[in-house]
């Protein structure tokens, strides 16, 4: 049994050195893939914690644009929040000043027919300095129908604006919610849903350099975003998990501890997406207040929170 163990942990230290040599001596951006690939199912480069070989790395990927890897964003964030070291993709970027009234058409076109926005100094403050990143997620549990234009036009507004969206495709939201989406669809859903998105907006004749898709279990199930769960279910209460889902987690008459865990990540997704702000309908309010209360206690900003007007069924009943 010794003689196994001290394998391993010999073959371990020999797979540490090839890691570090590979991603260290490697080109970026040419190796971002490579890179992306490899931190799909590992939390650090070379070893089962963060060491100089991340370091190493994290400076030379520094410089390059890393919004179309998630793992590697995900890494560099988590790195980046130890060392200090602005990564590419989540630097400002730097702008021409502004005037008065740009600041003012920019903020009037991002805010425009939505029902409510929380944390307008917020969004004054960005607007100041550059454009806005703002993030929209939709669970992956079924086909998108004709309401999904409500959203849509609202994405072409921020688009329009100059903002920089994200569309999150909560696949793993959706399993939680009482299981709506069964594991083996979830992959295929997210396809589905980004074709069907892309040729909703195109319709909307809307520039979309600025989109980008990511898929929830692209970083939700990395050793840091679970720790930060871990972290975040030792100070929300139940009756404030309950509360934060009432609107939008399926109601049955007995729930299930992942209903109770869904307002959470989904708080947390605003952290690790790295936006300032997330878009939703009105249904959502209670889960943007839960975020506003409960991201500060993990030592993380509040953001800037848009909400839609809701289309009713034709019951009328919500």
Not at 11 to 23: D, P, S
Request: include cysteine.
């Amino acid at each position: 049994m010794i003689r196994h163990v001290g394998a391993r942990l010999k073959f371990r230290g020999y797979a540490a050195q090839v890691f570090k040599m590979e991603f260290v001596n490697a080109n970026y951006p040419d190796s971002l893939s490579t890179l992306n690939t490899h931190l799909s199912i590992r939390s650090y480069v070379a070893d089962y914690k963060l060491n100089s070989h991340d370091f190493q790395v994290l400076k030379k990927v520094s410089p390059c644009n890393t919004s179309n890897y998630p793992h590697v964003t995900r890494w560099a964030r988590h790195v980046t929040s130890v060392s200090g070291t602005p990564v590419g993709a989540m630097s400002p970027v730097p702008t021409e000043p502004r005037t008065p009234e740009q600041l003012l058409a920019k903020k009037e076109l991002i805010c425009r027919n939505l029902q409510e926005t929380v944390g307008e100094d917020r969004l004054d403050a960005i607007l100041k300095e550059r454009d806005v990143k703002v993030y929209w997620g939709t669970a992956t549990t079924g086909k998108p129908h004709i309401a999904y234009f409500v959203p849509m036009i609202k994405l072409a507004d921020f688009l329009k604006a100059g903002c920089e969206v994200t569309v999150l495709f909560a696949d793993l939201h959706g399993y939680l919610d009482n299981m709506k989406a069964p594991w083996e669809l979830l992959q295929l859903r997210a396809k589905y849903y980004e074709a069907v998105i892309k040729e909703m907006l195109r319709s909307l004749d809307v520039p979309l350099e600025k989109l980008k898709f990511v898929t929830g279990t692209d970083y939700q199930l990395s050793r840091e975003y679970t720790l930060d769960v871990y972290r975040l279910s030792s100070v929300v209460t139940d009756h404030d998990a309950r509360k934060a889902g009432a609107e939008v987690v399926k109601q049955v008459a007995h729930p299930l501890l992942s209903g109770l865990l869904y307002p959470g990540l989904q708080a947390l997704d605003e952290e690790y997406l790295g936006v300032d702000a997330q878009f939703g309908g009105v249904d959502q309010r209670k889960i943007f207040m839960f975020a506003e209360k409960y991201l500060p206690l993990l030592g993380y900003k509040k953001r800037v929170h848009f909400m839609n007007p809701m289309i009713p069924d034709l019951l009328a009943t919500r």
